[in-house]
């Protein structure tokens, strides 16, 4: 049975029972029984194992994965070199506590990370488990290096559900409701949105920029903000891409104010955007970035990155944790950034990525509650109106979701309105796959009264 299991999965989808099928059913039963019922499940079946960007279920259905884990299996389920890697590392050891004893691993993270994000400066890193700690990390770090307390974020933010974390973050329902007090010093700003303001992307950019450098002088005083922290594409907040000018706009502020500039490219991270980081679209150098999700192809691990005199000026076991920077997690990293040079998955991300936004603005122009594609790379989107308005449509992003998941096809929501469905594939997805995922995601919207 396991070794039959191990061939390469068909990259096809094959819908064989309805979803839920009565062994996904019988799991979801006994998940209701031994699971808190505070966690959210997006598609309904249990998984067997998964391939490439295929997901296989319990009862042998092949769904199509257009979310990869909310932009971490990048490199495609089921990868060689993560899978070899992992494997090599366990057999040698699985835990020592890099601030224990160190490995080779961790330091050859954090030297590709030095290397590949942006900014042609000397830079250092530190690893983490999760997207919300190398958050909280960035900002004890940032908080330590200018010794001020202010820290400045947008609204449509996510950045994790830590105390800290959602304070950072902008939506109430479902991540913060009732979960207060909040920790102090967080100033949220208007954010460069151009779909909900009013005037082109110029005028956003300008509006935006002159209201957040205003409100930071009068409210807090530009003096006393230790770091700005920014999606440069907001993930959960509805794949918000801020229009040209406002991210170096920020960044200037920034560096004038001895503020500290953290791009917080956890979900844009890793060739998603068709660049290996979203921040290089503008040729913006934040001063820190925060990595997770795509590193490591599902293993938890996070970075911190950032300019080697900020990273150097924190006092001597300032900053640690049992785990982070595991060395199987590394391995599976060393792997997964492996594969995005050496497949060039950063050109490939461009490639799938004009297929989507083709084959959305295709569906834009016949569907009227389609009333924005938008995004960069394989990170894009629509945000669902109501016909002859720009009033969010919750309902049809529901429905719409419903109806994929029914087909086999796993699209995710997005959006502090509920009203946006993000594509997320794997960046290696075959393209007569992912074709045939647009296709049913069409069929979909135009099952939409
Ligand atoms: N920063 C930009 O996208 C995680 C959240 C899923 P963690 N986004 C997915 C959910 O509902 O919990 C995210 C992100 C950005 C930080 C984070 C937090 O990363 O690894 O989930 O802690």
């Excluded at 559900?161 to 909040?182: E, H, I, Q, W």
């Excluded at 080697?308 to 590394?330: K, Q, V």
């Excluded at 002859?388 to 087909?407: H, R, V, W």
Aim: net charge neutral.
């Amino acid at each position: 049975m396991y070794s039959e299991a191990k061939s390469p999965l068909a990259q096809k989808r094959n819908i064989v029972t309805a979803i839920p099928g009565p062994k996904s059913q019988a799991l979801i039963e006994r998940r209701k029984d031994a699971v808190s019922a505070s966690l959210g499940m997006a598609l309904p079946v249990f998984i067997e194992r998964a391939d490439g960007a295929i997901i296989l279920d319990v009862d042998g259905n092949s769904i199509i994965d257009l979310a990869a884990g909310i932009a971490v299996v990048n490199v495609g389920h089921g990868n060689t070199k993560v899978i070899e890697n992992v494997k090599r590392q366990i057999d040698a050891f699985t835990h020592t506590c890099f601030m224990i004893v160190p490995y080779l691993g961790y330091v050859e993270v954090c030297e590709a990370l030095n290397r590949l994000t942006p900014g042609k400066f000397k830079k250092k890193s530190v690893l983490m488990n999760s997207g919300a700690e190398a958050l909280e990390n960035a900002v004890k770090i940032a908080r330590s290096y200018t010794k001020r307390q202010a820290v400045v974020v947008f609204e449509h933010g996510y950045h994790g559900r830590t105390n800290l974390t959602m304070a950072m973050t902008a939506k109430n329902m479902p991540y913060k409701d009732s979960f207060g007090p909040f920790a102090p010093e967080i100033y949220r700003m208007p954010m460069a949105y151009p779909f909900r303001w009013n005037g082109d992307q110029a005028k956003c950019a300008q509006e935006a920029l002159e209201m957040i450098t205003h409100k930071i002088e009068k409210e807090i005083g530009g003096k006393n903000v230790a770091a700005i922290v920014i999606e440069p594409i907001q993930g959960e907040g509805g794949f918000i891409v801020p229009p040209k000018g406002f991210l170096p706009g920020l960044a200037n502020y920034a560096k004038e104010n001895g503020i500290v500039f953290i791009a917080d490219e956890v979900q844009t991270g890793f060739g998603r955007t068709g660049q290996m980081f979203a921040s290089e679209d503008e040729n913006v150098e934040p001063d820190i970035i925060t990595t997770a999700k795509g590193i490591a192809a599902g293993l938890p691990l996070s970075g911190v990155t950032g300019r080697a005199e900020i990273m150097d000026s924190i006092h001597l076991s300032g900053l640690g944790g049992t785990y982070g920077g595991n060395p199987i997690a590394c391995a599976a990293a060393l792997g997964a950034i492996e594969t995005i040079e050496s497949e060039n998955l950063v050109e490939r991300a461009n490639k799938i990525g004009k297929i989507m936004s083709d084959a959305l603005n295709a569906m834009m122009k016949k569907y009227p509650i389609i009333g924005e594609v938008r995004g960069r790379g394989a990170m894009q989107a629509i945000e669902l109106i109501k016909p002859g308005s720009n009033e969010p449509n919750s309902e049809a992003q529901l429905a719409i979701i419903k109806f994929c998941i029914n087909q086999g096809v796993l699209i995710i929501s997005a959006g502090t309105y509920a009203n946006v469905i993000r594509l997320l594939p794997p960046l290696t997805i075959n393209e007569d796959l992912l074709r045939e995922g647009l296709s049913v995601l069409e069929a979909a919207i135009a099952s939409i009264k």
